[in-house]
């Protein structure tokens, strides 16, 4: 029998090997997505991705022979360290064979590196860290995944718990029919909202004032959230620049208050049926599938919603019932908005009104890390 071998990523084409792992995985897997090889490279490129800025990023590929059979990325996000004042890091990207020998070789490798570097518990999967792809899934094995949310084999659960880790937070994600819901349950909403001087409008996406804005927004919302690690503004100017392409601009909506932002929305379009049908690549002819199935598409992903802390009971719902209306007039009725912490009861509770389906599950692990 061959023996687990792990060995460091050091050029582009054990790189190549990092990237492609998952269609091995998955290759008789009828849910997963591919990822674009080429959006993959730039995302693991330190030159284009200022995540890299302030982290350490180790990539790992294990070997039985001459086959890669799994891989981990070993993190040290320097904007949580200063955020949380405690040493953690993170592992993501992680993938395995159905062999739990490959899995925990892996981690003893992310372990040992981050131990070496001062950290004392270690996180994930974060891929590479909670503002980007997150979470094991662990129910809603049976649905294909939405873009930018993850997919994993059931197996990984146990051999991640048998490894040692346990569970730090369950992260949801709701299906909803808006055009079974009634627009009633938030009418009352509205008025009071024209009281207090509230108004909804579509993002500026453009602007780039507005953007700075509602990063202000957003690091106001979020930041006693659970596992929340503030953006840089070269991170958030980046995001916003890849996500335009996707934001569904009838449902980029800002609250205003007295002229000033007080809460956004993004949504955008599930582009996964796209991405799976591209097979990871989008030349020479991978583009004219784009421009075909680009018309096909019917699910909307709600991405992100924030709302200054002040106003969170009634602009959650006030949001909401703008989608609402917007959707039904638009024809957007089939909707997977999350994720959201299984904690955060003001959303929850949003969601029983709407009739709202939990329908996925993924879950953020935590291990201490031995001296």
């Not at 294909?144 to 059931?154: L, Q, S």
Request: some cysteine.
């Amino acid at each position: 029998m061959n023996q687990v071998k792990i060995i460091p990523v050091e050029d582009k084409k054990q790189l190549d090997t990092f990237i492609k792992i998952p269609w091995k995985i998955y290759k008789n897997n009828p849910y997963w997505v591919p990822p674009l090889i080429s959006e993959r490279k730039a995302f693991l490129n330190p030159k284009k991705n200022p995540f890299f800025s302030h982290a350490t990023v180790k990539l790992f590929l294990a070997y039985k022979g001459k086959e890669p059979v799994g891989r981990i990325a070993a993190v040290i996000d320097r904007q949580y360290l200063n955020y949380y004042q405690e040493n953690a890091g993170y592992f993501g990207l992680f993938e395995t064979l159905k062999d739990y020998s490959i899995a925990v070789s892996l981690f003893n490798e992310a372990e040992k590196f981050l131990k070496d570097h001062g950290m004392k518990k270690i996180l994930g999967p974060l891929s590479l860290s909670t503002n980007h792809e997150c979470g094991l899934l662990i129910e809603g094995f049976n649905y294909p995944p939405t873009v930018m949310m993850p997919y994993n084999p059931p197996y990984y659960k146990k051999y991640i718990e048998k490894s040692g880790f346990k569970k730090a937070q369950d992260l949801c994600s709701y299906y909803v029919d808006f055009n079974r819901v009634d627009e009633g349950v938030f009418k009352r909403i509205e008025q009071k909202a024209a009281r207090k001087n509230l108004k909804v409008r579509k993002i500026k996406i453009n602007d780039p004032e507005e953007i700075k804005k509602i990063k202000e927004v957003y690091n106001d919302a979020w930041g006693r959230n659970w596992g929340f690690v503030p953006l840089t503004d070269e991170e958030f100017f980046y995001l916003a620049k890849e996500l335009k392409k996707l934001v569904i601009p009838d449902l980029a909506l800002v609250i205003e208050k007295d002229g000033k932002v007080v809460g956004f929305n993004l949504s955008i379009w599930d582009i996964n049926p796209i991405l799976k049908k591209l097979n990871g690549r989008l030349f020479p002819f991978g583009i004219f599938k784009w421009l075909y199935y680009s018309k096909k598409l019917t699910l909307v992903r709600g991405l992100t919603l924030g709302i200054s802390e002040q106003y969170r009971y009634i602009l959650g719902p006030l949001l909401f019932l703008k989608l609402l209306e917007i959707s039904k007039q638009k024809g957007f009725l089939r909707w997977e908005i999350g994720w959201v912490l299984e904690n955060n009861a003001i959303v929850q509770n949003i969601f029983k009104k709407i009739n709202g389906k939990l329908y996925k599950r993924y879950r953020i692990f935590v291990k201490e890390l031995e001296e």
